[in-house]
Structure formats: structure tokens, C-alpha cells
């Protein structure tokens, strides 16, 4: 019997780097279209498992045949969509409610089906070019994975040659941060509910393995009930950074200057003038690998190891402001509000706002990494005495949006952006994610971002 010869040894020499690129760019393309087959079979078998629980529980034929058609029907409509790929030109615009350094956030209506979702759009270039590639694809993966009443629901991710695009659940609520510009400050029992939410949102979002990473008003949404929604996760991590954000602050500042009670006093503007500065710039910072300043933990700050715990500093910091109508840290740059959180001991006034409950929970999570609560010693804490956590989601919000319509924008500064040079959606050659050979490297950089939710 002759035995076989030996494969010959590849030599990546005798080709050349545009072959290497694309061979590069088919293995990445095979794998994207593999594991996504094989995370819709899983999805699959469980829709398939629950129907056949249905099944078991009906009582008669028509009901049984009720339930089984309707699987049917709806198993059918998501393959035909999954064949059908996203474009731009499919969605009428109506108006654009966010605007920044990361793109455009806009509402927009589906010509087929009259439904009405919010469409953030990120330009693939600047994405390369400031280096933001983790940031937009954690955002998608995270998103696509979420199917929480507290995260912004996705229903579709795509991308044509020139932008992303991510088409979730509109928010005609607004944001915490709006709230916190018309009412100046809450009560007491205001404060309970909406933290007392953020907490449920945020045990969701670490039960899932996530470190948000930038907790803030403007990331808090509101949904069409008055409850609260998570949204914004490009600075969300699995692991520890060490990120000295103390690098950004010139070489003759010292850290470990302190700032007298007048010094915050002079130096701090009203809340509202404070707000209005925030919602004003909301673009300038960001991309900052950090977050919002004022809502940054100091072991953050410092560089030091970080986990689940900074993102409750970031709570306490949004529960301070809700009963006091400012931030517990601010100042006229970055650098000085850095600098006061670093020194957070002297640094954090409690003032006359605060009963001894709501200033204890306060400082137990506005303090060193060690001594800060868990989620569940949050949920114990004396100041959420008779939430109801089981069902919160039940209880009558304080606040309910009146809208008039589903593209109602009454809760969104939309006057801050220009609505002429962003309202036209120009049709673009979709860029499919299983096709393979692409011409430059930029394109194969986002293989993989296409994504549709079973509806």
C-alpha cells in the first residue's frame, strides 16, 4: 500500500499583502456568517421549545392550531427579513434629536411598515480615525445581546459604505438630564424611584458580565411609561483598564491640591446655568475613553484597578445631583473636576437637602472602592425601605411624557441641532456582511456588524 505525501508547507512569502488581506478578510467573513447561523439555530430551537410549552398547556384543537400557525407565520416574516437586507432608503426621517462627535441620532419612520424607531448613524471614517472601532462594536454586541426592559431595545444593526447604523426603540420621554433642567431637583421619594430603577438597570447590565463604564443623566432614557431605559454602551468593558485620566491635567497642577467650601462655592455655576452648559456640549467630550467627567470614580481617576463598583460611584454621583440640583464634583474644566474627585474626602459637601438617610446612602457609594455597597446592599439600604423591586416596573412613574404623537419630540432639545444638513438620508450601495472581497482593509474592519432581532 503507498502511503501519502506529505502536504507541502505553505510559504506566506510567495504572496503578495493584497492576497494576504483578502484571505484574511474570507476567514473573518466565514467565521461572522458561521457563528451568527449558529447563534439563530440556538435562538430558533428555543422559540421552537417554548411554542411546544404552549401547545402542551392549550385546551382544545383550535387553540393548539391558533398557536402553531402563528409561529409559523412569525418564524416565517423573520426569515424573509433576515433575506432582506437593511437600507437607508427604507426609513422616512422626521427629525434629529441627538448630534455629536459619534454621529447623528434622528427618528425615523419605516416606509413598509409605518412603525417609528430612532436610527443613530456613525461614520465609518472617523470611527477608523480616532480609533473607535472597540467603542461602536462593544455598543452593537452588547445591544444585540440585551433583551432587558431596562436597556434600549436594538432591532437592527447595519451598515452601508460610508456609515453604521443601529435602529433601536424610540425614547420620546427624553433623558434624566432633561428632567433634571425643568424640575432643577427632586424629592426625596422622586430620587427613590428613578435610582432605585437605575439600580435593577444596572444589576441587569453587570449580571451580564458588563462594567458600563459611563453612567450619567444623558445616557438614562425614558421610555413611552415614564420608566428608565440604559442606553449608550461604547465605553462598556468585560475587564479593568488603567486609564490615568490625571494625564490629561498639566504637568504644574497639583493633584493633591485641595479647595476650600468658598472655592466651591465661587468656582461652581447654578444648576440650571451647569445643565444647560452639559447639554450644550454634549458632542465635545465624547469619545473620552472615561466617560462624563463629573460622574467618573476616583479609582478611575487615579488609574488605579477598577470593577462593578464604579459605575454605583457614578449612581451616587447622579443621586446627589437629583436632591441637590447640581453635581457632588464640578468645575470650569475637566482638569479641576478630576482634582476634586481624586480628593473626594475634602471635596464632598453634603448640604441642607439631605436628610441622615439619603446622605448616608450618598457617601456609601460615593467613597474608596472597598468600603462602596454591592447592588445588593444598595437594594438593603434603609433609604429604598419599601421599594417594591419585584415589580417596579409596575408602580406609576413621576413622571409620565404627554405626547401627541409617535414622533412626538417635545421632551428633546431639537432647536441645539441643525436640522437642514442632517435631515436628507441619501440612498448608499448596502455593504453586505457575507460578502466576500473587499477591496480595502477599512471595509473589512466591520464584518460582522449586521444584525436583525426576531420580532
Not at 99 to 120: D, M, P
Not at 197 to 219: Q, S, T
Not at 249 to 266: M, W, Y
Not at 410 to 433: C, G, K, R, Y
Amino acid at each position: 500500500m503507498s502511503s501519502f505525501q506529505d502536504c507541502p508547507s505553505r510559504d506566506n512569502g510567495r504572496y503578495g499583502p493584497t492576497i494576504l488581506r483578502r484571505a484574511a478578510t474570507c476567514q473573518t467573513g466565514c467565521k461572522s456568517y458561521f457563528k451568527d447561523s449558529a447563534e439563530r439555530a440556538k435562538e430558533r430551537r428555543e422559540r421552537f421549545r417554548a411554542c411546544d410549552r404552549q401547545l402542551k398547556k392549550a385546551s382544545t384543537a383550535e387553540e393548539s392550531l391558533r398557536i402553531w400557525s402563528q409561529s409559523g407565520l412569525a418564524e416565517g416574516s423573520f426569515l424573509r427579513q433576515l433575506r432582506k437586507k437593511d437600507r437607508l432608503n427604507d426609513f422616512q426621517p422626521i427629525q434629529v434629536i441627538g448630534q455629536g462627535g459619534y454621529g447623528t441620532v434622528r427618528i425615523v419612520r419605516h416606509k413598509l411598515t409605518r412603525k417609528t424607531f430612532a436610527l443613530k448613524t456613525m461614520p465609518k471614517a472617523k470611527s477608523i480615525a480616532w480609533d473607535q472601532l472597540i467603542r461602536v462594536k462593544t455598543e452593537r454586541d452588547i445591544m444585540a445581546q440585551s433583551s432587558s426592559e431596562w436597556v434600549v431595545m436594538l432591532f437592527a444593526a447595519f451598515q452601508d459604505a460610508e456609515n453604521l447604523h443601529l435602529l433601536m426603540e424610540y425614547m420620546p420621554g427624553g433623558d434624566l438630564l432633561g428632567l433634571l433642567i425643568k424640575y432643577d431637583k427632586f424629592t426625596e421619594d422622586i430620587t427613590r424611584f428613578y435610582i432605585a430603577e437605575l439600580v435593577l438597570a444596572l444589576e441587569y447590565m453587570h449580571g451580564l458580565g458588563f462594567i458600563h463604564r459611563d453612567i450619567k443623566p444623558d445616557n438614562i432614557l425614558i421610555d413611552t411609561a415614564g420608566h428608565l431605559k440604559l442606553s449608550d454602551f461604547g465605553l462598556s468593558s468585560t475587564t479593568s483598564n488603567r486609564v490615568p485620566v490625571l494625564s490629561t491635567i498639566g504637568p504644574t497642577q497639583d493633584v493633591n491640591r485641595t479647595f476650600s467650601k468658598e472655592d466651591l462655592i465661587n468656582l461652581n455655576m447654578t444648576s440650571k446655568e451647569l445643565t444647560n452648559k452639559r447639554r450644550q456640549s454634549r458632542g465635545t467630550w465624547a469619545y473620552s475613553q472615561v466617560g462624563t467627567a463629573e460622574y467618573i470614580a476616583s479609582e478611575v481617576c487615579k488609574g488605579e484597578a477598577y470593577s462593578y463598583g464604579c459605575d454605583l460611584w457614578s449612581m451616587g454621583a447622579i443621586m446627589y445631583e437629583c436632591l441637590a440640583g447640581c453635581p457632588p464634583f464640578s468645575g470650569n474644566t475637566q482638569a479641576e473636576v478630576f482634582l476634586k474627585i481624586v480628593n473626594w474626602r475634602t471635596q464632598l459637601f453634603i448640604t441642607g437637602d439631605f436628610t441622615p438617610t439619603s446622605e448616608s446612602a450618598v457617601r456609601s457609594l460615593l467613597c474608596d472602592a472597598n468600603d462602596r455597597l454591592s447592588i445588593e446592599q444598595v437594594k438593603c439600604h434603609s433609604f429604598f425601605r419599601g421599594v417594591p423591586w419585584e415589580r417596579l416596573r409596575d408602580v406609576w412613574p413621576p413622571f409620565s411624557p404627554r405626547l401627541k404623537s409617535d414622533v412626538d419630540t417635545s421632551n428633546f432639545a431639537v432647536e441645539d441641532f441643525d436640522q437642514s444638513s442632517v435631515m436628507n438620508i441619501n440612498s448608499q450601495t448596502l455593504v453586505s456582511d457575507t460578502k466576500i472581497g473587499y477591496e480595502t482593509s477599512a471595509d473589512s474592519l466591520f464584518i460582522g456588524y449586521t444584525f436583525r432581532r426576531f420580532e
